[in-house]
Structures are given as structure tokens and as C-alpha cells.
């Protein structure tokens, strides 16, 4: 090893332990960093770290590939969640048992430090059907320990996992479930079953009235391009400095208009910017329909019926490129609950590499679909893709890999993470307000049902500067671990693909023993023992889980919590949450996601919203004007009424009339704090809130996380950004149907 990557290694370790001691949240196994490896022979030169490209000529980006198919909002923003995340993963070699296939395939060397002990296990690790022994002298408290925890094992009874609906995760699947010694139910199960993991949706099978799932009712619908751009927009609108990470993105075909618009008068500002934007469509995944353009008018809109849905979205143009080639990050996170919210995120992730060196856009090489877009699924088809058995060469490699080249480069990889971390973070404060409401649709309330939690891919570009930028997030990652390779000319097979195996296996083993229900059950009971009635000790259960988790014979978790770990720098962010809750209170019927014009006025008076300036007659015309221009064109009687995202605009529209000093946040927290408090006066306030995605929850959580606001947030702050509330009200333009249950 050269002294340079001697220091960069050490660099790193000091770095890994900041990250730790700052979250006070030691990991037990010490990962050490690998070596970086010195370049395969035949990759290009790793000092390439730049935004130049050679030329090449590829085919044509519509053409068939597969076979298969602001301003500045103050100081407050950055009190709320600029402070720097120090939590380091600890990249480098993630320590994760053998899994299936690799597991039979390796032995290989281990060192697992003990919390506490100081105690270094040191020794091979073998296959053993799927168990996996470590060799190590052991001292006393060590043996009883682990002897107690096998007994606790031996006595509980298996966990059940109806796997029947598993589709592609099946395989990574199986092999979790066999390490970790649990029951799977390939074909279902009459009985009920802890577990029920699906492969595509909630409702993969039906009427589950107990256990757990792993998908939440309407996130295929919540993440489809145009909600996930929609649900952004509102929260950049609150939180203009906060939400810069997400590509400023024009909803097709409503928008289009005003894109155009915007589009000209930038161009006619400065004719030396030529800015190009991506089209993607609505339901597409893949890269499947998406193309680049640098002129309006080169968007292939069609009329009618036949219009295309999808967004348009500035294109990142400046991508940070490793070898020449640009390259994307998938990464999973864990959203374990979402009342209260728990989310963790993988420490290894997989990072996605173009198969053309880059060149920035030009009219020339707009269409070279391998140059621009780093979907595996196409670039798998380029002749220059490369399968490598090896994480860190390839055209698919581990996120570790990829930072530890960063670092070695001088690249501080401590901020990119803590940059991530704050990205996913906040993505999921942004969509969890609309999948409260799918969720009490689903489950109202006293309705027996399964609690949810579910593993999503996050999509990641990182800037030439190294800023991260969310591309979109996937509500159904592939979990495959095998890739498909051409064996012959236009024959294609699926062979395994260790990369993929070592992260995926490893991020599901992981989320098992997360929703493993015993633990739950220890943990509520604690909690009631102990009586629990704060938010705070949530985390400080959530964090025990982990701890607790990791003490036992298995590997230490590589899924990290975040949430609500830096709860106190995104707190404030949750105000379309707080706005969501008011929307379910008034939903009224079971199942509703929409509110009708008589629930807007109980909202209204109940709230004592009304005066001499904003009589009840002007709140009937609110609602018709903000229904008919969101619902648009709906024919189903049923999808009929105000859904929460109009509830939102209605509501930012009022508190913009009442409060017309303060910038937009003031305006909503403000409002919001009076309706809040005239809630909490009402007889039986209390229990009425009703924001019910855990049923089982003290009263006292919900209160904390719904009905406070953060006085960092009443302080005063510098002007808005946005245009007028009228004018905004005006602008936002009829959205996609909200439709539940249709996630197949
Ligand atoms: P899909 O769901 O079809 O994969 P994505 O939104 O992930 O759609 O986009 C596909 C690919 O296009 C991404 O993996 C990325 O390489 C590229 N891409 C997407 N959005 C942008 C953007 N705003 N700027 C630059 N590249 C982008």
C-alpha cells in the first residue's frame, strides 16, 4: 500500500469515528476500509475525476434497447437543518456476513469488535447452510451472553414470512430469511404470517388484517414523476434554500405553457445560455420514453386525450464524472414507520456508471442515450458495458467503492454522506404527508389491518461540486441479484451478480431483523412498562432496537437510523404534515381521500376561519374555483372533491390573506398554530386528532409530532420568493387524479 492511501485510510478512519462519537451511535463491528484497489488492469485511469469526455456516437436515444422489457429565505433555514450531518458510513468494506451464494462460494477472514468488551473476534467465517460461525476465543460474558440469546431464540417461535408474493426480491429474499432462521411461506399461509413481503404493492394480496407489509398503501402512486415533482415544489415553495436538491421540473401537460414561457424570456435575458431539460414520462421507469431537448418546442406533447404526462426538469449538466463517465447512486432506505417516522438508509448502496464518455449537451449529442442516462437497464446493452465480479470496476459498482476513490482523490467524503443523508431526509418529510392520507384511507381507524414499512431507491446524481441531486425516488428497487448477460448474440440469461447480491441480500437480511416482531413487542412493552410519553424516547427506543440487534451472533445492521436520529434538525420542515393532519380530521368518512365543500366549511368554522373580510360565501367559491381547476376532467363521481394537495394550496391561499406581512412559512405556521389552537379548545379536541398510521400509539406522540410548531419559525425572516398568493393560487394548475388502490 503507497503512503498516500496509507494516509487517506487513516483520514478516513478519523473521519468514521467523528461521524460516530457525534451521533453517540457506535456501530459494533469495526468495518475497516479496504484498500483502495490500484486500477484494473484494462479501467481507465482513476485520476480522471473531471467533466471531459471524448466523442462517440451511439444509438439513438428513442431507438427499442431491450429485448425485455430563490431567494434567500433567512437564517432560520439553516438553524432548521443546514448544520452538517457528521455520520460518516462506515464505507469501506461493510462487514456483512456471507450471503447465499457468496456465502457458499467464500470463507473469509472476519474481525468484529465487541461494544464494550474491547474484545477483537478474529476468525474465518464458513458456510454452514446459511448460519455463519465465527471461530473466536470468547470470555465468559460473552459466551453467556450469546447462550442466552440463542436460548431466547430457541424459545421463540419462528418468525413467519408469507413470501409467496415476493415476485424478483424472492431470491435475495429467501436467503435472509434462511441466515436469519425464520419460516418462509413460499406459497402463502392460511394462518397469519408476521410478514407478508410483496413485490409490487400493498395490495399484493388482500384483506391482511394483522402483521406487517413491506409496501405503505399509495407510494407507487405517491412517487410516480409528477406527485413526487408536485409534493417538491410545495415543500420548495415553503422551503425555497432546504429543498435545492431536487431539479426545478414543469408538470406536462398542464405546465407547458408556462415552461415555454420561462424558457424564452431566460434565453432572451442572455442569449448565451442554452439550458437542456430531460422529459420524463409519468409512469416510466428505466429510462424507458425519456429524451433530452434544448427547445420547447421540440417536446413531443399530443393533443387531447392522447397527452402525454410526464415532467420536464432542468438537466444537471455539470455531472461529477469518474473514468470520463458520468455515473448515478442507488441507494435504499428503510422507512420502518411513518407514525412516528423511523427512517434508516443502507450504508452501501450500488452506483450505476454510462457506458460512453461524457460530453456536456450539445444539438449534436443530445440522442446519445449511453452517454447521458445511467440506467443499468440500458446501458447493459451498450457494447461497452462491464460485468465485473469486482465492487470497484465495472459499469455497476458499491457506493463504498466509489467514495473510497472520491477520498483518495481529496474529495471530502464526510460532507457528500452527510449531504445525502439530509436529501433523503427531507424527500421523505415531503412525501409522507400525502401517504398519511392513502394510508387512513386504507386503514381507517379501528379497521384490524397490518402496520407498513417499506425499502425504497433513491436515485442520486452527484454534481461536478459534489452537491447531491435527487433524480427519483423508486418505490419498488430491484431486489434481483443476478443481471442479465448476452451469452450469445441476442441471447440474454440471468447469472449471478455478486455486487448486486453483497448489497441487496444484506439491505433485506437487515430490514428482517429490523421489523423482527419480537423486538417490537419487547420494545412496546418497555415502553408501556416504563410508560413512555414522548416523542424523544421514540429514538432512544429505536436506537436500543439497533443496539440490541447488533449485540447478538449477526453481523452489526448495515441500515443506519436518521430518523429520528437528526429529528431536531428536520422537525421544522414537517408543516405540509401538520396541514395534512387538519385535511384527515375533516375527512369525515372512512376511506375518503377528499373533502367535500361541506367538510371545507366545517373546517372553516370549526377553525373559526371565517370573517368579515372572508365570509362563508367566499369559502364555497374557494373550494369550487380550487377543486374544479385540480380535479379537471373527472368522471368517476367518486374522486370528486378536494384532495389534499388542493387542501394545501387553499390553504397556503389563506393564511397568505390573513397574515400578508410574513413570508409564505410565517404565513402557513401561523395559521396553522391558530387552527391548532382552536382544535385543542374544542370538547374532546384532543382525541379527534386523528392521524392514525399507528394505532397503537400514546396520544402524547402525536401531539408532539403534529400540533407543535418550531418557535424557530415564528421568528421573522427575509421576503418571499414567490409571487403573490392570488397570483400563485391562480397559477397552480389542475393536477393528476389522485386515484387510491391503483398501484398494479
Ligand atoms: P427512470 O425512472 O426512467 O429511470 P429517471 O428519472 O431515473 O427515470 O431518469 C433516468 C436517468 O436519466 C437517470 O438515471 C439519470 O442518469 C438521468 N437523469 C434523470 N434526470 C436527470 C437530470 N435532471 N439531470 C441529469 N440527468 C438526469
Not at 389552537?677 to 398510521?693: F, H, I, K, M, T
Amino acid at each position: 500500500m503507497s503512503d498516500h492511501y496509507v494516509k487517506v485510510k487513516v483520514q478516513l478512519e478519523q473521519m468514521k469515528t467523528l461521524g460516530e462519537d457525534e451521533g453517540k451511535q457506535g456501530v459494533d463491528a469495526e468495518e475497516h476500509l479496504q484498500e483502495p484497489s490500484p486500477p484494473a488492469s484494462g479501467s481507465p485511469d482513476p485520476s480522471s475525476i473531471n467533466t471531459s469526455g471524448g466523442d462517440a456516437s451511439s444509438p439513438s436515444i428513442t431507438s427499442k434497447l431491450r429485448g425485455k422489457g430563490r431567494t434567500k429565505q433567512g437564517k432560520d433555514d439553516k438553524n432548521c437543518s443546514g448544520k452538517h450531518i457528521s455520520d460518516l458510513p462506515s464505507h469501506g468494506s461493510v462487514v456483512s456476513a456471507p450471503s447465499g451464494r457468496n456465502q457458499n462460494r467464500l470463507e473469509h477472514e472476519q474481525t468484529l469488535h465487541v461494544r464494550g468488551t474491547g474484545k477483537v473476534l478474529q476468525g474465518k467465517s464458513e458456510s454452514n447452510g446459511n448460519c455463519v460461525t465465527v471461530h473466536a476465543s470468547k470470555n465468559v460474558q460473552e459466551t453467556r451472553r450469546e447462550d442466552g440469546l440463542k436460548l431466547s431464540q430457541r424459545k421463540r417461535r419462528p418468525v413467519t414470512v408469507d413470501t409467496s408474493k415476493a415476485k424478483t426480491s424472492l431470491e435475495a429474499l429467501k436467503i435472509s430469511i434462511k441466515y436469519l432462521k425464520w419460516k418462509e411461506f413460499p406459497l402463502g399461509r392460511r394462518a397469519a404470517c408476521d410478514i407478508y413481503w410483496h413485490g409490487v404493492s400493498f395490495h399484493d394480496n388482500e384483506n391482511i388484517v394483522s402483521g406487517q407489509v413491506n409496501k405503505f398503501p399509495g407510494m407507487i402512486d405517491m412517487l410516480r414523476k409528477i406527485n413526487l415533482s408536485r409534493a417538491m415544489r410545495t415543500t420548495q415553495e415553503l422551503f425555497p434554500e432546504e429543498y435545492d436538491f431536487y431539479p426545478r421540473s414543469w408538470i406536462l401537460p398542464e405546465e407547458y405553457q408556462q415552461f415555454s414561457t420561462q424558457i424564452r424570456m431566460v434565453k432572451e435575458n442572455d442569449a448565451t445560455v442554452n439550458p437542456t431539460f430531460i422529459v420524463k414520462p409519468d409512469g416510466g421507469s428505466q429510462g424507458d420514453g425519456i429524451y433530452l431537448i434544448r427547445d420547447p418546442s421540440d417536446l413531443k406533447l399530443m393533443a387531447g386525450s392522447q397527452a402525454k404526462q410526464g415532467v420536464v426538469q432542468e438537466y444537471i449538466h455539470k455531472p461529477l464524472l469518474i473514468d470520463k463517465l458520468k455515473f448515478d447512486i442507488r441507494l435504499y432506505v428503510l422507512i420502518k414507520s411513518m407514525e412516528p417516522l423511523e427512517i434508516y438508509i443502507a450504508k452501501e448502496g450500488l452506483t450505476r456508471f454510462c457506458t460512453e464518455p461524457y460530453q456536456e449537451p450539445s444539438q449534436k449529442n443530445l440522442s446519445h442515450v449511453f452517454m447521458h442516462l445511467t440506467n443499468y437497464s440500458l446501458n447493459v446493452h451498450s457494447g461497452n458495458f462491464i460485468h465485473s465480479d469486482s465492487q470497484n470496476t465495472g459499469s455497476k459498482r458499491t457506493l463504498s467503492s466509489v467514495l473510497y476513490r472520491l477520498a483518495a482523490k481529496g474529495v471530502d467524503i464526510k460532507r457528500v454522506w452527510s449531504d445525502i443523508i439530509a436529501l433523503v431526509i427531507k424527500t421523505v418529510i415531503a412525501v409522507v404527508p400525502e401517504l398519511k392520507v392513502y394510508y387512513q384511507a386504507e386503514i381507517p381507524p379501528g379497521k384490524p389491518g397490518p402496520t407498513c414499512f417499506q425499502i425504497l431507491g433513491f436515485d442520486i446524481l452527484l454534481m461536478k461540486n459534489l452537491k447531491p441531486i435527487l433524480l427519483e425516488v423508486n418505490s419498488n428497487p430491484s431486489m434481483r441479484i443476478e443481471h442479465e448477460k448476452e451469452v450469445s448474440p441476442g441471447v440474454f440469461e440471468y447469472v449471478p451478480s455478486p455486487v448486486d447480491e453483497d448489497v441487496k441480500v444484506g439491505v433485506i437480511r437487515d430490514t428482517l431483523r429490523l421489523m423482527d416482531p419480537g423486538l417490537k413487542k419487547a420494545s412496546v412493552s418497555q415502553s408501556k412498562a416504563g410508560g413512555f410519553e414522548h416523542k424523544e424516547e421514540i429514538s432512544v427506543e429505536g436506537e436500543k432496537q439497533e443496539k440490541s440487534l447488533e449485540e447478538g451472533v449477526l453481523p452489526s445492521l448495515c441500515l443506519k437510523q436518521v430518523y429520528p436520529k437528526y429529528s431536531k434538525q428536520f422537525n421544522c420542515l414537517r408543516l405540509v404534515e401538520r396541514i395534512a393532519s387538519l385535511f384527515i380530521r375533516f375527512l369525515g368518512v372512512k376511506g375518503n381521500m377528499r373533502l367535500g365543500p361541506t367538510a371545507f366549511r366545517t373546517f372553516f368554522r370549526t377553525c373559526k376561519l371565517s370573517n368579515s373580510n372572508f365570509t362563508m360565501a367566499s369559502v364555497d367559491i374557494l373550494y369550487i374555483d380550487i377543486t374544479r381547476r385540480w380535479s379537471g376532467t373527472i368522471s368517476d363521481s367518486r374522486e370528486a372533491g378536494m384532495g389534499l394537495q388542493a387542501f394545501v394550496e387553499a390553504f397556503f391561499f389563506l393564511a397568505g390573506r390573513r397574515f400578508k406581512s410574513l413570508v409564505l412559512r410565517e404565513q402557513v405556521v401561523s395559521l396553522l398554530e391558530l387552527c391548532e389552537a382552536q382544535l385543542e379548545s374544542q370538547p374532546g379536541g384532543e382525541d379527534r386528532r386523528s392521524v392514525s398510521c399507528s394505532r397503537a400509539l400514546p396520544r402524547a406522540v402525536k401531539t408532539q409530532t403534529l400540533g407543535q410548531a418550531n418557535p424557530q419559525l415564528s421568528s421573522p425572516a427575509p421576503q418571499r420568493r414567490a409571487a403573490s398568493q392570488d397570483y400563485r393560487l391562480h397559477q397552480r394548475l389542475k393536477p393528476r387524479m389522485l386515484r387510491a388502490n391503483v398501484e398494479n
